[in-house]
């Protein structure tokens, strides 16, 4: 089942891609003296699952502002994704990366502005019946999706982008147990979610 967007839902929601687009724009264009092309550059950011759900923010925001509706999941699988990246970057990132020039601005955007923006409109223009706890395990198809290209990105090169997928350092069975928790944790950050939705109408 879809959802019908109005002209200024659309429009927000137009504005946000657009934000996310630049933002990912501006951050392919930071390290071109050791990646030598923007394109080398963001292929290299995909990595990172916050490339991923910024990415996808702009790409489902487009698909919102042009065509006006979308399944019904999507907006809160998307909610949450951001929501993760956002709470685990401050919680447990900000306190050690410490980004300065544009790169602190693109950095902002990618862990801060477009978490807060797609929950804002998330929680603005969608309705409790639109969502469901039957939609919980909805919000771990991205996370699987990317934990199996970071497993076998890792295989290849070496390179983990984060330490709990790091294969070389725990071996698979800790890394599958840490994917394990990682889905019990987007699943509950789900259910948040779902009960903040429920709050805010309650009282609106």
């Known amino acids: 089942m879809s959802i019908v967007f109005s ?3 659309r429009v927000l929601a137009a504005i946000i891609s657009l934000a996310a ?3 990912l724009g501006v951050q392919s264009t930071l390290n071109l003296e050791r990646d030598g092309s923007p ?3 963001f292929a290299l950011l995909l990595r990172f699952f916050t490339i991923w759900s910024n990415l996808a923010a702009a790409v489902l925001f487009a698909w919102i502002a042009a065509k006006g509706s979308i399944h019904r999941a999507v907006p809160f699988a998307l909610a949450t994704a951001l929501t993760i990246v956002a709470i685990v970057y401050h919680a447990l990132l900000a306190a050690d990366h410490h980004p300065v020039g544009l790169d602190w601005y693109t950095n902002q955007m990618h862990h801060t502005v477009i978490p807060a923006a797609t929950v804002g409109w998330w929680l603005a223009f969608t309705r409790p019946v639109d969502n469901g706890w ?9 996370p699987v999706a990317y934990t199996v290209f970071a497993l076998v990105y890792g295989e290849m090169s ?5 330490f709990f997928l790091d294969v070389l350092q725990y071996g698979y069975g800790r890394v599958f147990a840490n ?3 990682l889905a019990l944790v987007f699943m509950m950050f789900g259910a948040l979610l779902l009960a903040l939705r429920r709050l805010v109408s309650a009282r609106a």
Request: proline share 4%; net charge positive.
């Open 39 to 41: 394109l080398v550059s």
């Open 7 to 9: 002209g200024r839902v």
């Open 179 to 181: 994917i394990a928790g």
């Open 158 to 162: 070496g390179f983990y982008a984060y």
């Open 21 to 23: 687009f630049i933002g």
């Open 134 to 142: 039957k939609d919980l395990p909805l919000v771990m198809i991205a």
